[in-house]
């Protein structure tokens, strides 16, 4: 979050991508830096996952991990 706080005051669009296990731990330290960026959460948990699996998860969220930029120029 520290990165993307940096990266946004200096104009540059930034967000992040996480899997579902960490939404709570996102929305607590954005309330307590202050910002909400953009986010992707995937299914958790990653690390046990097969490279087709990892790919597949990577072709679901696609759109929405493109949109943390596109849409914030």
């Not at 986010?39 to 087709?52: G, L």
Request: aromatic residues 4%; hydrophobic residues 45%.
């Amino acid at each position: 979050m520290h990165d993307i706080l940096d990266l946004e005051s200096r104009g540059i669009p930034a967000g992040f991508v996480a899997s579902s296990e960490f939404i709570q731990a996102a929305e607590s330290q954005g309330n307590s830096l202050g910002i909400h960026p953009k986010s992707v959460f995937v299914p958790h948990p990653i690390q046990d996952r097969t490279d087709a699996e990892m790919t597949a998860l990577a072709e679901q969220a696609i759109e929405d991990i493109l949109a943390l930029i596109v849409d914030q120029q």
